[in-house]
């Protein structure tokens, strides 16, 4: 985009080069530097040039766009500004302060940017720098619009096909936010990480079906305990716990260490009332750290249903009464435990 946007500015100066007040010759030869990218020759004709008009937008933008070329941004971008004072609405000067801003992910930009599309409201190249710059200063729907009226200039760039999906997973829009995965497995479809991030976001659009069909080529050879952990939260959300739980006890065997792997099984045998099957494989003669014994705890005590020893095991935690409940077993605290 850095390359594109150079080039698209020194274009636009050569189109505006009618509106030069310096000589004709004077003006060919600053041009014919530019394009060559000589731009120390440039800087050294620009400067006899703008002391005969100081005034010159056009000439302030040039000079510019040669500090730019040679990675002098801060002089780039006071040129820029200079120009600017004296031309608000001059492009030229307006794409190279905000391809300075784009590149440095200053939100500075942000105004300059939206300015180009106030004069031109189709330009998708600025659609795609607003896109990127109010998804890092987190506006996600903001961002998301932008990402739209890009086109199709993100479609071979996964990591900008990642943030537009991330908007859309903050704004809670899933089926979309899958739309735009599947294009980044379409340009790597062997990428393992890729299509683990593509199943986890089908799970949360509700879509455990097309999370497996996902998985399925990973699940064909050697899945490593993030595959496994996926497919069987697919399993379950498609009510076939018999598989859920055989795929957990496989990536158990993998990865015997996995605190969450652990959680996911305690999680299942909870939902399905199972809480001595939980305990007996949480306890099945693994060197369980504090966290799983206390997982096994609290299944017991959840399997007798009595408050006062749920409360007990939760008090007695690191996790506290209300992390336990809503953030791990995703359940109501009892009514009338302790007061809550």
């Given at each position: 985009m850095r390359a594109k946007g150079t080039i698209c500015l020194l274009f636009a100066l050569v189109l505006c080069s009618f509106c030069l007040s310096a000589q004709p010759a004077q003006f060919e030869t600053i041009k014919l530097a530019l394009q060559s990218k000589d731009f120390d020759k440039a800087i050294q004709l620009l400067q006899p040039a703008l002391k005969a008009s100081p005034e010159n937008a056009q000439l302030w933008s040039m000079q510019g766009t040669a500090y730019a070329g040679k990675g002098q941004t801060k002089q780039a971008l006071s040129s820029f500004r200079r120009s600017l004072k004296i031309s608000p609405d001059l492009l030229p000067a307006l794409e190279g302060a905000a391809q300075i801003g784009f590149e440095s992910s200053d939100p500075a930009a942000i105004p300059i940017i939206e300015h180009i599309l106030r004069l031109r409201p189709k330009d998708t190249t600025s659609h795609a720098m607003l896109a990127i710059l109010e998804y890092q200063q987190g506006k996600w729907a903001t961002a998301v619009t932008h990402f739209e009226n890009a086109g199709s200039l993100f479609d071979s760039q996964p990591r900008a096909l990642h943030a537009y999906a991330t908007c859309l997973v903050k704004l809670k829009q899933y089926d979309q936010a899958v739309n735009v995965f599947e294009r980044t497995v379409a340009l790597n479809p062997q990428d393992q990480h890729e299509r683990q991030l593509l199943s986890a976001i089908q799970l949360m659009a509700n879509r455990p079906n097309d999370a497996l069909a996902t998985l399925e080529p990973l699940l064909q050879s050697n899945p490593d305990t993030g595959t496994l952990e996926l497919a069987a939260r697919a399993y379950e959300a498609k009510k076939d716990t018999s598989r859920a739980v055989s795929t957990l006890q496989q990536a158990i065997l993998l990865d015997p260490k996995n605190v969450d792997l652990y959680v996911d099984f305690a999680s299942i045998c909870y939902t399905h009332g199972?809480?001595?099957?939980?305990?007996?494989?949480?306890?099945?003669?693994?060197?369980?750290?504090?966290?799983?014994?206390?997982?096994?705890?609290?299944?017991?005590?959840?399997?007798?249903?009595?408050?006062?020893?749920?409360?007990?095991?939760?008090?007695?935690?690191?996790?506290?009464?209300?992390?336990?409940?809503y953030y791990w077993l995703q359940v109501p605290l009892p009514v009338g435990v302790l007061g809550f």
């Open positions: 199972s809480f001595q099957v939980g305990v007996d494989v949480l306890n099945d003669g693994l060197a369980l750290p504090a966290v799983l014994a206390f997982s096994a705890g609290l299944l017991f005590a959840l399997g007798v249903r009595r408050p006062v020893t749920i409360a007990l095991f939760a008090l007695g935690s690191s996790f506290g009464l209300f992390h336990v409940f």
